[in-house]
Structures are given as C-alpha cells and as structure tokens.
C-alpha cells in the first residue's frame, strides 16, 4: 500500500516545489518593476518639488515636462560620474526660435541664472525646429543630454566644446565642431527683421552679449540637455555612455 502512497506523495511535493518556484519568480519580477516604477516616481516626485521651488530671479521658467525630463537625465548622469558641476541647461526645441527658450539653472540654490534666445541648425526647421540629425554636413540640431567641455577661440570668438553622451543620437557631436557660441543672428533684432531667430549649421548659439557669462558658467562638465516631445528620454537614457 505504500509503494502505492509514496509516487502520489512525491508528485504532490514536486508540484507543490514547483508552484513555490514560480511564485518566487513573479514575486521577484513584480519587486523590480515596483522598484523601477517607485524610482520613476521618486525622480519625478523630485523634479516637481524642485520646479515649485525655483527662484525664477524674475525670468521666465521652463515647462514642467522638459524640466523633469532634464533632472531626471542629470541624476542618471551626476550617478555615472559624466558630469560635475550642480548646474543644469536647458534648451527646449518645442518652443518657438522667437522665443527665449534656453534656461541655465544653478541647482544648488534653486536659482534660474540665465533665460536666453538660442538658435537652431538651418535644416531643422524655420521658425520652429522639427527634424533632428546626428550626421555630419546634415546643418541640423542634435537632441539629448551632453557634458560641456573646454572653452577656446574660434571663427565664432569664445566657444564652448559639446560632448554628446548619447549613442547613434548626439555622438557625433565634437567630430561635427557642435559648439556653443555667440552669433549676431541671435538677437531681438534680427527677429523683428526677419520673423525669427537665425540659424546656425546645428550649434546651438547664444546672443553674442551673453556669451562669455554663459560659456564661463556651464564649461567643464555641466550638464545640457535639449528637450523636443519626439525623444522618449526614458529610452534614450538608456543610451547614454
């Protein structure tokens, strides 16, 4: 009788092992996605108390969307030891080229340093910027985040060197010569002459007055980031090296 009893037994011990088993392996699957969906919860959580907190030093402020998508790529990148100073920029190509689009943002004291006209690359778009590319000669802008470099003299004046953290999107950014400088061309008067901002050939340039205070601010491993709603920054910081 038994001999009977003992195959039933183990069967039911196995099939009982086996459900503890894969009850673990949903556990755990169901602990890594509550884990991820609180991280996103907790950056975003951040960013929005940081944006209430913000001293605007009467400049106008960035959309709440492109802000948390900037803070949520400077911790991934302030992590990894990419960038090293607490002081974010911001250029959000969604906006009109009319409009002073470009925010610097000193983290530390929660201040907006600097809220600026920045152009786009003549093959992006008019008015506003619209298609994007990573390919050299393209005379197009380049999304995403990037660490600032070292500042010298070029055919511009001061400019400032980009490095494009994000593979296949914006690494080819320091091969195109992607530099941050002053031009003429980024002024209210060339808007109100022309109906919108100049371009450049994919640098995003400043007004020429403001150069050398923004240049001096952001060199030497600040973060920059530039926002437009068709980059799923989730994804892409995936990619950044």
């Known amino acids: 009788m038994i001999y009977r009893i003992l195959p039933i037994f183990f069967l039911f011990f196995s099939s009982f092992s086996s459900n503890n088993k894969a009850a673990a392996i949903a556990a755990s699957s169901l602990s890594v996605v509550a884990t991820e969906t609180t991280s996103n919860l907790t950056a975003e959580a951040k960013a929005v108390t940081l944006y ?3 001293d605007s030093n009467n400049l106008s402020l960035p959309k709440l969307e492109s802000f948390t998508n900037a803070l949520k790529g400077y911790y991934a ?16 190509f969604s906006l009109s080229s009319n409009t002073k689009r470009l925010w610097i943002i000193d983290l530390n004291n929660k ?21 994007f590319s990573n390919a050299a000669e393209s005379y197009k802008s380049s999304l995403g985040f990037y660490a600032t470099g070292e500042v010298y003299q070029g055919k511009h004046g001061l400019s400032l060197r980009l490095d494009g953290l994000e593979r296949g999107v914006n690494d080819n950014a320091r091969a195109r010569a992607v530099v941050m400088h002053g031009a003429d061309y980024v002024a209210e008067t060339f808007i109100h002459n022309n109906s919108r901002l100049g371009r450049s050939l994919g640098c995003p340039a400043i007004p020429m007055n403001m150069t050398k205070e923004i240049i001096n601010t952001i060199k ?17 910081l995936k ?3």
Request: some cysteine; aromatic content about 6%; proline content about 2%.
């Open 220 to 236: 030497d491993k600040s973060c920059l980031y530039i926002y437009h709603p068709s980059l799923k920054t989730d994804e892409e």
């Open 111 to 131: 201040t907006i340093l600097f809220n600026s006209l920045v152009a786009h690359g003549r093959n992006t778009g008019n008015e506003f910027a619209n298609s």
């Open 239 to 241: 990619k950044v090296s």
């Open 52 to 54: 209430n907190s913000l």
């Open 77 to 92: 990148l302030q992590s990894k030891g990419a960038i090293k100073k607490n002081i974010l920029t911001l250029i959000d």
